[in-house]
């Protein structure tokens, strides 16, 4: 496995994470550590584990064994709502919004998930009503505030999802497929955001399949293939790796 030169900190880590379903081994014995600060891909063929990884270090799901680390707190198996807590943010390969509410309510929702049922009544925290605003407006949909999100575009909710992962201020950011079924122009938007927020001292993991995104983004990527990582480094050094080039190409 290719490793980078220099010494980063590490601001998530897994050691021997497994988890299976029936009789199929989705995640390996994973050991991963990705980087704080930087902007870290995790890729792999389809079928390799991404997500089902993403899900057991958010607390979407249990492992069967091994760790997850964050900042050096052990925090497996915890809930997700203390997996955001404690500085974790993420969003889903198949957004997740309310479709029936407006954009700026879906936002008020994600910074409090079970305060729902105040939302649809009308009690707003004005504070929170600002911020929504600000990050409706630093995405660039400010202006469809009012819209129902299911009257909005799939690349405007990937958007609008973001925003609601920033009402909870999470230092490390974990995007799945964040540019999958959206258009090259929102592709470009969602691609300056994360290095805006990165710049801004924020992590951020993505599970992406679109490799000129991914070669142009990432700082350090970490290449999965049957539930295990089989590479990392650099764009430049993962894409030249023959354990990569095999597990995608077969060759």
Request: aromatic content about 4%; proline content about 6%.
């Given at each position: 496995m290719t490793t980078p030169a220099h010494s980063p900190t590490h601001s998530l880590t897994t050691e021997g994470l497994t988890k299976s379903f029936g009789?199929?081994?989705?995640?390996?014995?994973?050991?991963?550590?990705?980087?704080?600060?930087?902007?870290?891909?995790?890729?792999?063929?389809?079928?390799?584990?991404?997500?089902?990884?993403?899900?057991?270090?958010?607390?979407?799901?249990?492992?069967?064994?091994?760790?997850?680390?964050?900042?050096?707190?052990?925090?497996?198996?915890?809930?997700?709502?203390r997996i955001a807590r404690s500085g974790i943010g993420r969003s889903f390969q198949l957004c997740r919004v309310f479709p029936r509410l407006t954009v700026l309510e879906n936002v008020l929702v994600a910074v409090q998930p079970h305060?729902?049922?105040?939302?649809?009544?009308?009690?707003?925290?004005?504070?929170?009503?600002?911020?929504?605003r600000e990050l409706l407006a630093r995405v660039g949909i400010d202006h469809l505030e009012h819209a129902e999100a299911r009257d909005i575009s799939y690349g405007q909710q990937k958007l609008l999802e973001l925003a609601g992962v920033l009402m909870g201020d999470p230092h490390t950011i974990m995007l799945d497929e964040p540019a999958g079924g959206v258009n090259p122009a929102l592709v470009d938007r969602i691609a300056d955001l994360v290095r805006e927020l990165n710049a801004e001292g924020r992590t951020f993991i993505i599970v992406e399949h679109n490799m000129e995104l991914v070669m142009g983004l990432s700082d350090h990527v970490v290449v999965f293939d049957r539930g295990r990582p089989i590479a990392q480094g650099t764009p430049a050094v993962v894409q030249d790796d023959p354990l990569v080039l095999e597990a995608y190409l077969g060759v």
């Amino acid at each position: 496995m290719t490793t980078p030169a220099h010494s980063p900190t590490h601001s998530l880590t897994t050691e021997g994470l497994t988890k299976s379903f029936g009789g199929v081994r989705a995640i390996d014995g994973a050991s991963v550590a990705f980087h704080e600060g930087e902007i870290n891909a995790l890729i792999g063929p389809n079928g390799s584990g991404k997500t089902t990884f993403f899900n057991c270090v958010t607390g979407m799901i249990r492992p069967d064994a091994g760790t997850v680390s964050y900042q050096d707190r052990d925090v497996t198996g915890l809930p997700p709502h203390r997996i955001a807590r404690s500085g974790i943010g993420r969003s889903f390969q198949l957004c997740r919004v309310f479709p029936r509410l407006t954009v700026l309510e879906n936002v008020l929702v994600a910074v409090q998930p079970h305060g729902l049922l105040q939302r649809l009544r009308g009690s707003r925290n004005p504070a929170d009503v600002g911020r929504a605003r600000e990050l409706l407006a630093r995405v660039g949909i400010d202006h469809l505030e009012h819209a129902e999100a299911r009257d909005i575009s799939y690349g405007q909710q990937k958007l609008l999802e973001l925003a609601g992962v920033l009402m909870g201020d999470p230092h490390t950011i974990m995007l799945d497929e964040p540019a999958g079924g959206v258009n090259p122009a929102l592709v470009d938007r969602i691609a300056d955001l994360v290095r805006e927020l990165n710049a801004e001292g924020r992590t951020f993991i993505i599970v992406e399949h679109n490799m000129e995104l991914v070669m142009g983004l990432s700082d350090h990527v970490v290449v999965f293939d049957r539930g295990r990582p089989i590479a990392q480094g650099t764009p430049a050094v993962v894409q030249d790796d023959p354990l990569v080039l095999e597990a995608y190409l077969g060759v």
